[in-house]
């Protein structure tokens, strides 16, 4: 069964960066697409990023575009998103997923949280 694990997640200011990260066990991970999700409270859950299984194709929010960075290594069975520029919208939980393509996800990991100071 595939668990996913995220960190990296804190308190930072404005303008900071962040870069989170998402451990997959189980399963086989160089063969999925693995994402980024968010939710805000009081928010539904949002789309952030997502990469296809080599990393030849990346998909991003518009909020998000120019600002923060999928990418994956295979080999370490991790995903990550390097976060910068953040503002204090982009405070959320952020949640790792894995699936079939970067529109379909199925398996999802707990959450880190991020919050953004002005």
């Known amino acids: 069964q595939v668990q996913l694990v995220e960190s990296g997640g804190g308190l930072v200011q404005a303008g900071d960066s962040l870069r989170l990260s998402c451990v997959s066990s189980g399963g086989t991970f160089s063969t999925g697409a693995m994402g980024w999700f968010r939710q805000a409270p009081g928010k539904e859950r949002e789309f952030v990023a997502g990469?296809?299984?080599?990393?030849?194709?990346?998909r991003y929010a518009g909020s998000v575009k120019g600002r923060f960075t999928i990418s994956r290594d295979n080999a370490k069975n991790t995903v990550y998103l390097q976060m910068n520029t953040l503002k204090p919208e982009d405070t959320a939980v952020y949640y790792c997923a894995r699936g079939s393509s970067t529109y379909d996800y199925d398996r999802w990991g707990q959450g880190t949280q991020v919050t953004v100071s002005s």
């Open positions: 990469i296809t299984w080599n990393g030849g194709i990346t």
